[in-house]
């Protein structure tokens, strides 16, 4: 059975950077490319990163050049280093398969950018 835990959210002022991780128990790092989303307030949850089967990066408009997705297959873990973070970031970050499969959401990890 698979589960994604995320972690390493926080508060940070604008312009900071946070890394978030998502450990992951199971297969899935090695049978599905991972990516993550977020959800903020009143909003629907959206793509923000994910892997390509060929392992290449996709990335959101909004977060392109600040946000950078990684993966260490060893520790089961999906990074997502987030910088020059702005208000509009605030939300709670998910991670998941690129194909979101809807049994594996977990908690999130809380994201807040203010001053």
Do not use: H
Request: hydrophobic content about 35%.
């Amino acid at each position: 059975q698979v589960q994604l835990v995320e972690s390493g959210g926080g508060l940070v002022q604008p312009g900071g950077s946070l890394r978030l991780s998502c450990a992951a128990s199971g297969s899935i790092l090695s049978i599905s490319p991972m990516a993550w989303y977020r959800q903020a307030a009143g909003k629907e949850r959206v793509l923000v990163a994910r892997f390509t089967s060929s392992g290449n990066t996709v990335y959101a408009d909004s977060v392109k050049g600040r946000f950078t997705i990684s993966r260490d297959n060893a520790k089961s873990t999906v990074y997502l280093q987030m910088n020059s973070l702005k208000p509009e970031d605030t939300a709670v970050y998910y991670c998941n398969a690129a194909v979101p499969i809807p049994a594996y959401w977990g908690q999130g990890t809380q994201v807040t950018v203010s001053s």
